[in-house]
């Protein structure tokens, strides 16, 4: 770990050269970016809450044994549930994550802090702005908004300052590695973690730009200096912001399942250079998967859509598959060189599972990959996506990935920043060792009970699927009914996980006790030092035989599952 690299030129100014060393890692930690990362993180953890309950509330009136709002509560509560935890509770998040990968790994003063203060607050007044429009019972047009559906015009004028604060702060982290470099605070490559940060900064310009040519013209028609939007043209530019930015959430949570492992263990990449290589596969071909939310539009050319959802010869898909081998291959051959040799899963029965930090790293490996990332591979095929186009199986899909992927791989990642940032000890660590298993499940669980009520072909958005007091009915098996109250048990145990969640996160940054040397030396967090995550290096051996297993399965899952979808296709259109 460099901890006796010079100090900031003089042309620093004095307050930015405020620091502490962290006395676990050796780093050196300034006050402005330790303050931001503080200040995003627990903003992120309030939007996860109210977004949390949000979404339980939509569980619990899908159900139809509860049915618990009237439909214009349904769809307004559906609208906030979607902007609060895929948009703010994601990207304040983040935000902190580009701070912390870039001023604290690369032991640098964070650049241009009075405009990431000013980002943070044009995030904060937009995402609440955003907020009071949709409960202000005028802009339950979903997380879609799909013209010519129209909200109130603050509502996409929140939306617009809080993407414009996003882009301020993804430059001051540009910024900031700039910095680093020009005044030498690290040595050779940037960190693997931070690679993956810059790899999340790189599509959030492009996901926020996108955003900004749609949102803007449409405030402008909101307000009505704009006639009308074309449609076709608002859903192409708009899931070029509505799905790229779970692209980001993906470059993000994969840079997290590393430092995680690296914290915890000490492990290191397969391969530095073959991980880097994923990573720069993710900027070059991700966003092309926003297609697959326009495959049944009749405005675009079949070729067109054939190109998008293949993604390019699936090069985003190998990306994805490369840090699937990497993460556990880098685990286990950690695993093995601190002595457990035992057998072919030795390493994995003894991992420190008691550990939420690592519990919430493999909890998130293995949804995001066996379930959110085959499916999704699934729904990017255009003429499989014709059987779960606009069903509870897109919904399902992404909960998998965002949820079971990005917020658990968030989760973990606090219970290692409280320590080190916050400086508090966690409270109630059985309550935090039960957390992620809790939410894991439970987001699992909302998963597949929607991803196979979809594909019973139950609509995405429809708040009932009895039809009461409809003219016209449709009768679902019953077996729709079962999927959708195991869907709502699913989000009271994901709920409890993540009512636990804020607690312990809350608990300890305001009652947790202080880290002094004593503590640090009887309960430390990070493995040797932390020297793994800030550092250049790879694990450089492909003798992992639990690791081969583990992937064999997941081809052999993934090879099977996209079988029984051509199967279930063919028997659409019999041919005798």
């Given amino acids: ?7 900031p030129g003089a042309a620093a100014l004095a307050d930015e ?21 503080k200040a995003n993180a627990v903003v992120a953890v309030v939007f996860l809450a109210v977004g949390g ?7 619990l009136t899908r159900w139809p044994a509860v049915k618990l709002l009237p439909a214009d509560l349904f769809y307004l509560v559906l609208t906030a549930h979607g902007a609060d935890v895929l948009l703010f509770w994601i990207i304040f998040f983040e935000v902190a994550i580009l701070y912390f990968a870039s001023a604290i ?6 650049a241009a802090p009075r405009i990431a203060w000013l980002a943070f607050a044009l995030m904060l007044i937009g995402a609440v702005v955003a907020n009071v429009a949709v409960l202000q019972g005028q802009s339950s047009v979903m997380f879609t908004s799909y013209v010519p559906m129209q909200a109130a015009p603050h509502f996409y004028l ?8 996003a882009l301020l702060a993804c430059m001051v982290f540009f910024g900031t590695l700039v910095i680093a470099r020009e005044e030498g605070t690290y040595e050779g490559s940037v960190p693997l973690v931070t690679f993956g940060a810059i790899t999340a900064a790189i599509i959030a310009v492009f996901t926020l730009a996108s955003g900004a040519i749609i949102l803007i013209p449409t405030f402008l028609w909101s307000i009505g200096l704009i006639a009308e939007i074309d449609t076709v043209v608002y859903k192409l530019v708009w899931w070029g912001m509505g799905h790229s930015s779970q692209q980001i959430n993906v470059a993000a949570h994969v840079a997290v399942w590393y430092a995680i492992a690296a914290m915890v263990l000490g492990a290191k990449p397969l391969s530095e250079k073959v991980s880097r290589m994923a990573f720069l596969m993710y900027i070059l071909f991700l966003q092309l998967a926003s297609a697959h939310h326009m495959l049944a539009e009749p405005g675009l050319s079949s070729e067109w859509k054939v190109f998008n959802t293949s993604y390019a010869i699936y090069l985003a898909v190998l990306g994805s598959m490369i840090h699937g081998m990497s993460l ?9 060189r601190n002595g457990f040799t035992k057998g072919v899963f030795g390493w994995l029965r003894r991992a420190p599972w008691k550990n939420p930090a690592f519990a919430s790293l493999m909890l998130s490996l293995v949804l995001f990959g066996f379930v959110g990332g085959i499916s999704g591979v699934v729904l990017g095929t255009e003429q499989i996506n014709l059987l779960m186009h606009n069903t509870l199986y897109v919904p399902g899909h992404f909960h ?6 990005t917020t658990l791989a968030f989760m973990g990642i606090t219970y ?3 320590p080190l940032i916050f400086r508090r000890e966690v409270i109630w660590p059985r309550l935090a060792t039960w957390q992620p298993y809790l939410f894991g499940i439970g987001v699992a669980g909302i998963s597949f009970f929607m991803m196979g009520a979809g594909t019973l072909g139950i609509s995405r958005r429809h708040w009932d699927i009895g039809f009461s007091d409809a003219a016209v009915t449709f009768d679902y098996p019953g077996t729709a009914y079962l999927m959708l109250g195991l869907n709502g048990l699913s989000a009271i145990l994901a709920s409890l996980g993540g009512i636990a969640y804020v607690v312990v996160v809350v608990g300890s940054i305001l009652f947790g006790k202080r880290r002094d040397a004593a503590s640090i030396k009887a309960n430390p967090t990070v493995f040797d030092g932390g020297a793994a995550v800030a550092e250049y290096g790879s694990e450089g051996t492909l003798k992992l035989p639990g690791t081969i297993v583990l992937v064999s399965v997941f081809f052999l899952c993934f090879v099977l599952y996209y079988f029984v979808n051509w199967k279930f296709l063919s028997e659409v259109w019999p041919l005798s």
Wanted: aromatic fraction near 6%; glycine fraction near 8%; charge should be neutral.
């Fill in 1 to 7: 770990m460099p901890a006796d690299i010079a100090a």
């Fill in 17 to 37: 050269e405020k620091y502490r060393t962290c006395p676990e890692t050796g780093l050196r930690v300034y006050a402005h970016a330790e303050t931001l990362i």
């Fill in 53 to 59: 309950l949000f979404g339980l509330l939509v569980a």
């Fill in 105 to 110: 790994l690369l032991n640098c003063r964070l």
């Fill in 158 to 165: 929140g939306l617009i300052l809080f993407a414009v604060g």
């Fill in 328 to 336: 556990p291959g880098a685990i286990e051959a950690a695993q093995r």
């Fill in 400 to 405: 998998a990935t965002v949820v079971a992927g």
């Fill in 416 to 418: 290692l920043v409280i």
